[in-house]
């Protein structure tokens, strides 16, 4: 989820680095794509302002960005506190690296372009994989319900006492990012070996997201070992290609978890996202409660072809030319817009220490006052990552075009992708870009069609044609946003438990040790598929993700590692967020 290195000791909250998302480009171009992406995030969160005056959060506007008391279990305190001492021990942990590097060690790889289960030799090592989690899981496996789906799709389902109480849900994917054959030698540790250093566990998948599925799975072994029988069901869902967009893996799962317990059945669901890290001078967790939408727009040119020594005044290279440079000079017209998500993450950081007395200032009136929203917003948007963050995005990046060096090409095309802001949609967006292109397709008389619909008249005479088409795969809709308010118990819930976590990890018990801000993420994640299940839907890894000292973690690229007390700390979330659900209010 998140790459770190040594200057990452400034973010906004909700822009940390995300573990996966799913694409549809060769595999380079994913690592490519995601790689960029987390160095996106990284600088998205560096501001060079000089610190103001600081007051703590009980001095601020307590309606800004509000925070609850830590979470500990109560019904369920004495094993809340027996596990926790149990974590602590050494025994313990070099368990738990015994788990987490038994299963780096078997290379669940997912590749773009597989053919379907039983099809596909590449999908067989997730069988080997299976075997792994049956042998290091004992009473997981003889004390809960598994069901299989398309082969290798995972769903566990631990009864709860209760059938009236609406199951948590947890995810997290099998699949890894590939390991390029050219970069084996630039690994410290061997990429499948989980080498463990005394420190790090190190492999592929260490980091995305083999921690979230051995670390629930970990938990839930402790608890069963400590007889614990939860009176809420709890169901695991576990795909196993979200890598390269779920559609073997969750994709399938959704409608067996749709089928058990209906639309809306579950309580809540956390999968995969953003964890915590220092911001600011203040350590930010931020759960994802929302994704943005993602659109790949194609745009053809086709125009005659013929010999290049007699060429036409523009070829059809040249014609996509000036309409990509029209693109890239004409981006989203982006605002930061109160109830937005990314306004509560500005609103947030009004709790930190080193943000500019100024923009305090300003964060604090925004919500009465326009004039201070959009200084805020200028202050906010120097930084063009988290301007990103806020707006619909267009990058291109494929382009194509011509066969031979002496003929001229008949066609050229381009893929521009959009990364779509939650205030907007896949409609708005198709629209923006038929409408950017009109004035060029006139110009070059073009016969324009746009996403099916004809934009110029079909019989006009016309040199040339111009179609814009979704690529590859339809448009995904920007994710609901879960509901932050006060009375949104889910999120709140799931705050307190992150506080929960984190102090008792530490031997704190300070409502002041971090601030809780809603995230965002700017890739999706299985929960794509998900959405009917809960309107609850939180992106969260509980792992130290802003701040990972000198050593880059290397999530989808080399040197993956995580430290063991990182680990151990995600297996402490992961029961104490099973526990406070348990003997929660939650329908």
């Given at each position: 989820?998140?790459?770190t290195?040594?200057k990452?000791?400034?973010?906004?909250?909700g822009?940390l680095?995300?573990r996966?998302?799913?694409?549809t480009?060769?595999?380079?171009?994913?690592?490519a794509l995601?790689?960029?992406?987390?160095?996106?995030?990284?600088f998205?969160?560096?501001?060079?302002?000089?610190?103001?005056?600081?007051?703590?959060?009980?001095?601020?506007?307590?309606?800004i960005c509000?925070?609850?008391?830590?979470?500990?279990?109560?019904s369920?305190?004495?094993?809340?506190?027996?596990?926790?001492?149990?974590y602590?021990?050494?025994?313990f942990?070099?368990?738990?690296?015994?788990?987490?590097?038994?299963?780096v060690?078997i290379?669940?790889?997912?590749?773009?372009?597989?053919?379907?289960?039983?099809t596909?030799?590449?999908w067989?090592?997730?069988?080997a994989?299976?075997?792994?989690?049956?042998?290091?899981f004992p009473?997981?496996?003889?004390s809960l319900?598994?069901?299989?789906?398309?082969?290798?799709?995972l769903?566990?389902?631990?009864?709860?006492?209760?059938?009236?109480?609406k199951?948590l849900?947890?995810?997290?994917?099998?699949?890894?990012?590939?390991?390029?054959?050219?970069?084996?030698?630039?690994?410290?540790?061997?990429?499948?070996?989980?080498?463990?250093?005394?420190e790090?566990?190190?492999g592929?998948?260490?980091?995305?997201?083999?921690s979230g599925?051995i670390?629930?799975r970990?938990?839930?072994e402790?608890m069963?070992?400590?007889?614990?029988?939860?009176?809420?069901?709890?169901?695991?869902?576990?795909?196993?290609?979200?890598?390269?967009?779920?559609?073997?893996?969750a994709?399938?799962?959704?409608?067996?978890?749709?089928?058990?317990?209906?639309?809306?059945?579950?309580?809540?669901?956390?999968?995969?996202?953003?964890?915590?890290?220092?911001?600011f001078g203040r350590?930010?967790a931020?759960p994802?409660?929302s994704?943005?939408?993602?659109?790949?727009?194609m745009?053809?040119?086709?125009?005659?072809?013929g010999?290049?020594?007699?060429p036409?005044?523009h070829?059809?290279?040249g014609?996509?030319?000036?309409?990509?440079?029209n693109?890239?000079?004409?981006?989203?017209?982006?605002?930061l817009?109160?109830?937005?998500s990314?306004?509560?993450?500005?609103?947030?950081?009004?709790?930190t220490?080193?943000?500019?007395?100024?923009?305090?200032?300003?964060?604090?009136?925004?919500?009465?006052?326009?004039?201070?929203?959009?200084?805020?917003e200028?202050?906010?948007?120097?930084?063009?990552?988290?301007?990103?963050?806020?707006?619909t995005?267009?990058?291109?990046d494929?382009i194509?075009?011509?066969?031979?060096?002496?003929?001229?090409?008949?066609?050229?095309?381009?893929?521009v992708?959009?990364?779509i802001?939650?205030q907007?949609s896949?409609?708005?967006?198709?629209r923006?870009?038929?409408?950017?292109?009109?004035?060029?397709a006139?110009?070059?008389?073009?016969s324009?069609?746009a996403?099916?619909?004809?934009?110029t008249d079909?019989?006009?005479?016309a040199?040339?044609?111009?179609?814009?088409s979704?690529?590859?795969?339809?448009?995904?809709e920007?994710?609901?946003?879960?509901?932050?308010?006060?009375?949104?118990?889910?999120?709140?819930?799931l705050?307190?438990?992150?506080?929960?976590?984190?102090?008792s990890?530490?031997?704190l018990?300070?409502?002041?040790?971090?601030?809780?801000?809603?995230?965002?993420?700017?890739?999706?994640?299985?929960?794509?598929?998900?959405?009917?299940l809960?309107?609850h839907?939180?992106?969260?890894?509980?792992?130290?993700g802003?701040?990972?000292?000198?050593?880059?973690?290397?999530?989808?690229?080399?040197?993956?590692?995580?430290?063991i007390?990182?680990?151990?700390?995600m297996?402490?979330?992961f029961?104490t967020?099973?526990?406070?659900?348990?003997?929660?209010?939650?329908?």
């Open positions: 989820m998140s790459a290195n040594e990452t000791n400034e973010f906004l909250p822009v680095p995300l996966g998302t799913g694409g480009l060769s595999n380079g171009r994913i690592v995601k790689t960029g992406l987390v160095v996106l995030a990284v998205a969160s560096t501001f060079l302002w000089r610190a103001g005056p600081y007051h703590s959060h009980q001095d601020v506007n307590a309606d509000p925070q609850v008391s830590e979470l500990i279990p109560k369920n305190g004495a094993l809340w506190k027996t596990l926790g001492d149990i602590e021990t050494d025994a942990k070099m368990r738990a690296v015994d788990w987490l590097a038994g299963a060690r290379p669940t790889e997912s590749y773009d372009q597989m053919g379907p289960v039983g596909d030799p590449r067989e090592k997730f069988g994989f299976h075997d792994y989690l049956l042998k290091a009473l997981v496996h003889a319900e598994v069901t299989k789906v398309n082969t290798y799709g769903i566990y389902v631990w009864k709860g006492t209760s059938n009236s109480l199951p849900l947890l995810a997290a994917h099998q699949d890894v990012v590939p390991v390029e054959e050219t970069t084996i030698d630039q690994w410290q540790h061997p990429p499948f070996s989980g080498y463990f250093d005394g790090r566990i190190w592929r998948g260490s980091q995305d997201d083999k599925l670390g629930v970990s938990a839930m402790k069963l070992e400590n007889k614990f029988q939860p009176t809420r069901t709890v169901v695991l869902a576990s795909g196993f290609d979200e890598e390269t967009s779920g559609l073997h893996g994709q399938m799962l959704a409608p067996v978890l749709l089928e058990m317990f209906g639309e809306n059945g579950y309580a809540m669901l956390v999968d995969e996202g953003s964890g915590y890290g220092e911001q350590v930010i931020t994802g409660v994704e943005k939408g993602y659109l790949d727009v745009i053809n040119v086709a125009s005659p072809g010999h290049s020594s007699l036409p005044l070829t059809s290279i014609i996509l030319a000036d309409m990509l440079v693109l890239e000079r004409n981006p989203f017209e982006v605002h817009e109160r109830g937005s990314t306004y509560k993450i500005a609103q947030c950081l009004v709790h220490p080193e943000l500019p007395a100024s923009l305090r200032r300003d964060i604090i009136h925004a919500e009465h006052n326009e004039l201070a929203l959009r200084r805020a200028q202050e906010l948007f120097k930084n063009p990552m988290f301007k990103s963050l806020v707006g995005t267009q990058a291109i494929l194509h075009g011509g066969v031979k060096v002496n003929a001229l090409p008949e066609q050229a095309w381009a893929v992708n959009h990364r802001s939650t907007s896949v409609t708005a967006t198709k923006r870009d038929t409408e950017l292109l009109i004035s060029l006139s110009q070059f008389n073009l324009y069609t996403f099916g619909a004809r934009i079909a019989d006009a005479p040199f040339g044609t111009l179609t814009l979704e690529a590859y795969t339809h448009g995904l920007p994710a609901p946003v879960s509901p932050t308010a006060h009375d949104a118990v889910p999120y709140q819930l705050s307190g438990t992150i506080r929960a976590a984190y102090n990890h530490r031997g018990s300070d409502d002041d040790s971090l601030i809780i801000s809603p995230g965002i993420m700017s890739g999706n994640t299985d929960t794509r598929y998900y959405w009917k809960t309107e839907i939180f992106r969260y890894g509980h792992t130290d802003a701040r990972g000292g000198s050593i880059i973690s290397g999530v989808h690229t080399v040197n993956e590692a995580i430290k007390s990182n680990f151990v700390e297996i402490r979330f029961t967020l099973i526990l406070n659900v348990d003997e929660s209010e939650l329908p």
